[in-house]
């Protein structure tokens, strides 16, 4: 079994299309990532642009200055302070029935710097969160936050959770009873009070994890001819007529086809974890997810949430491959397959979903579906099944564990009942 | 051993490609012959499992094939028609990974390669990726893959399509040194091939084996029916239109020797003598020069065992089709 594992790895990686493909999206991605890490900007103290690693250390500095536990005391004084720094100068009422930009004028125009940059702090934002109001700047609504609402700050994130819930994902979707009840009770398990730092390096795998979905194309881009070949180059025929080519051989296929698509996977989070953590900073592992998206109703630290993310896109990858597979088994068409992948894997993301949350709910599944981390975490996206309620994470799993399930057994199928006409 | 093919037959919609066919092949070598379209690949294909008969069965030993599955296919060789490879690997690479598909025990399995790519005439060639043979390098692979786990049953489509002469008579001796106790199937469009060493000859058409023996039972067939004559040339050209010729040679004064078949004795005219009859010219009395069936005047055949009840059905031999 070992030596046909071997011989079906030569097969697949010695062709030039798979060759080019793998280590052109190796090198893409490594290319992708740096760029990320040298185009990061940010002011500084005094309002210069840093970019590369000069802003991420900035940006870590800034943050790790505020860090510690968010207990509502804290939270309390630090919006007092907030608004004092604020409104120092300037009417919070006129201000707050500017429009964002005039109001971000007026700000820049009063205040230095210094006090410009510090109005727009991240932790700030983060803390007055609850009481967001979309298209306003955070000095506009920060007047609304009296000392008692700011000590219920998680009083005050529990209600923004069901003001979420109550909007239906801007009236696309209504939550079921079940649905909201699930989600109530994952918020209700948040741990509290949150510990507010810097986790850059998590934060930026859970931005950059998506580009996992070029791997997964190389991957359909390799495994396509498994089948298919052997059919087109007429080698079908050696193969079924030899004593194992109806059972070990497609076993050595699919698990070559595994181990292939699972070290390619795996160096391509390499690179993405790689970069990220030496670039950023692997400290803030335990960090909840919080520090990425506020609204996050899971218990979930930051390491978690990037391996779960990498750990969906790894499904997603398992399931391509056995979609693959099976349609590799089913016709000797390679770019009949490959145009196949190409629509689920890129083109779906292209559809248009608005106005109606069940599709939306639907294209949120396929791979460029999955791409934002934080539809994942902080969406609320939902599957009622009957009295189940799955969440995406959950359903992702579920229909690309699907896909293998029944691709696989498609794809062995389709090989041994194949006739050489 | 005994491999039956027990009425079999494949259809493809309304076209019959193999009509009834039955046979007991012993060990032996087999030459199935037969005209492009005859059925030869199909059936062919079919002895070897990888394509499933519209009716009928094919036994080995009393069990049915399908049913022996990977224990028949353990026992089985097959080099078929249009050989596949994979040209990023070397010789050795593709023996080593059909030894492995056939079970052959791992230890054993490079000294085999070898000594195989030693016999079809590829020693020193092992390390050499296929995609840069030719394609008489090609076939003495697919040969030495066919015959890698010393099959019982080995099955040779057109194994001797692009080897030269050399390679052919180098291929000959190796089935004929493999053949001993096993059953050899081998069908081929050069007949002089299978006249060195069959044992026995299938000839197909239209799906149906139409005759069967020995080369020299079947040749019997037109025994009388082969003449020579040396005949002017533009006589030559006239004759060609009159009888199927098998062969003319100008010899230089004018004058051409003319082989040819017929029947019919108005050959005395042109002074023909009668010559001992070949498998070649058995084929052309059987098949005119375009492959397709020859409708002129029947010969004599020994019909195949078993087979006498399915001429009920499709195009036979001596023309017409049968109600």
Redesign the interface.
């Known amino acids: 079994m070992r030596s046909l594992i071997k011989f079906e790895l030569k097969k697949m990686l010695t062709r030039r299309v798979a060759i080019v493909a793998n280590v052109g999206m190796l090198l893409m991605l490594t290319v992708v990532m740096g760029l990320n890490v040298v185009q990061t900007k940010t002011e500084g103290n005094i309002g210069e642009i840093l970019s590369g690693p000069t802003a991420i250390a900035h940006r870590r500095d800034v943050t790790e200055a505020r860090a510690g536990e968010l207990t509502p005391e804290r939270v309390a004084a630090d919006i007092a302070h907030y608004q004092d720094i604020a409104y120092e100068k300037l009417d919070p009422e006129e201000l707050a029935e500017m429009s964002n930009a005039t109001a971000y004028e007026v700000v820049a125009e009063t205040y230095d710097d210094a006090t410009r940059l510090e109005l727009y702090d991240p932790y700030y934002i983060t803390i007055l969160k609850p009481w967001a109001v979309k298209g306003l700047e955070p000095y506009q609504y920060a007047s609304r936050v009296t000392p008692e609402m700011a000590l219920d700050f998680y009083g005050a994130l529990a209600d923004s959770l069901q003001v979420t819930l109550d909007e239906g994902m801007g009236g696309e979707w209504v939550y079921s009873p079940a649905e909201r009840a699930y989600w109530t009770q994952m918020e209700d398990g948040v741990p509290e009070p949150l510990t507010y730092g810097w986790a850059g390096g998590w934060d930026n795998i859970l931005d950059c994890a998506a580009f996992l979905v070029f791997i997964v194309f190389a991957m359909c881009v390799t495994v396509t001819p498994l089948f298919a070949s052997e059919y087109r180059d007429g080698t079908d025929a050696v193969l079924l007529s030899a004593r194992y080519g109806r059972g070990r051989l497609v076993s050595a296929k699919l698990l070559a086809a595994i181990l292939y698509a699972t070290v390619l996977f795996a160096l391509g989070v390499a690179i993405i974890c790689g970069v990220s953590l030496v670039f950023y900073g692997a400290e803030g592992a335990s960090l909840p997810i919080q520090n990425y998206a506020l609204a996050s109703p899971y218990a979930l630290t930051m390491w978690q949430a990037a391996a779960m993310y990498v750990g969906v896109f790894y499904l997603v990858m398992l399931g391509m491959l056995a979609l693959t597979l099976a349609l590799s088994a089913l016709t000797p068409s390679t770019l009949a397959i490959i145009v196949t992948d190409v629509v689920v894997l890129f083109v779906s993301g292209l559809l248009p979903s608005a106005g109606s949350g069940l599709l939306r709910h639907v294209f949120t599944l396929f791979p460029m579906g999955l791409q934002s981390a934080f539809d994942l975490f902080a969406s609320l996206f939902s599957y009622p099944l009957g009295p189940v309620v799955l969440d995406l994470i959950g359903t992702a799993a579920l229909v690309y564990c699907a896909l293998v399930v029944v691709g696989v057994p498609v794809a062995w199928r389709a090989w041994c009942r194949h006739q050489v006409a | 051993m005994e491999l039956v093919l027990d009425r079999l037959t494949k259809q493809?919609g309304p076209k019959i490609a193999v009509d009834r066919v039955s046979a007991r092949l012993r060990p032996g070598v087999y030459g199935l012959l037969g005209a492009n379209g005859a059925g030869k690949t199909t059936i062919m294909?079919m002895i070897?499992?990888?394509?499933?008969p519209s009716s009928g069965e094919i036994s080995l030993d009393g069990r049915s094939i399908a049913e022996l599955?990977?224990e028949y296919?353990?026992r089985?060789g097959?080099?078929?028609q249009?050989?596949?490879?994979?040209p990023?690997?070397t010789a050795l690479?593709f023996m080593?990974?059909?030894a492995?598909?056939?079970?052959v025990d791992?230890r054993a399995a490079r000294a085999r390669s070898l000594e195989l790519l030693d016999r079809v005439g590829l020693a020193g060639e092992e390390h050499r990726r296929i995609r840069t043979f030719s394609g008489g390098m090609k076939q003495r692979l697919?040969i030495a893959?066919a015959v890698l786990?010393d099959p019982d049953v080995l099955v040779l489509d057109e194994p001797t399509a692009g080897l030269d002469p050399k390679e052919r008579v180098r291929f000959r001796n190796l089935i004929a040194g493999f053949a001993t106790d096993k059953i050899v199937l081998l069908s081929t469009h050069i007949v002089s091939d299978v006249e060195y060493i069959a044992d026995s000859i299938l000839m197909m058409r239209a799906g149906s084996f139409i005759m069967q023996g020995s080369p020299a039972e079947v040749v019997r067939g037109v025994k009388g029916m082969v003449w020579e004559a040396r005949v002017p040339v533009r006589k030559a050209d006239e004759l060609a239109s009159r009888v199927p010729v098998v062969n003319v040679h100008h010899d230089g004064d004018g004058m051409a020797t003319v082989r040819f078949l017929s029947s019919e004795p108005h050959v005395a005219e042109l002074s023909a003598v009668p010559v001992a009859p070949t498998l070649e010219d058995l084929y052309l009395h059987v098949f005119d020069e375009s492959g397709a069936e020859h409708t002129g005047a029947a010969v004599p055949v020994t019909a195949v065992e078993g087979q006498r009840c399915s001429r009920r059905r499709g195009v036979h031999f001596g023309g017409g089709r049968h109600a």
């Open positions: 493809y294909r070897c499992g990888i394509l499933r599955g990977g296919r353990a089985l097959y080099l078929p249009d050989f596949g490879y994979y990023e690997f690479d080593e990974y059909m492995a598909l056939k079970g791992a697919g893959q786990n």
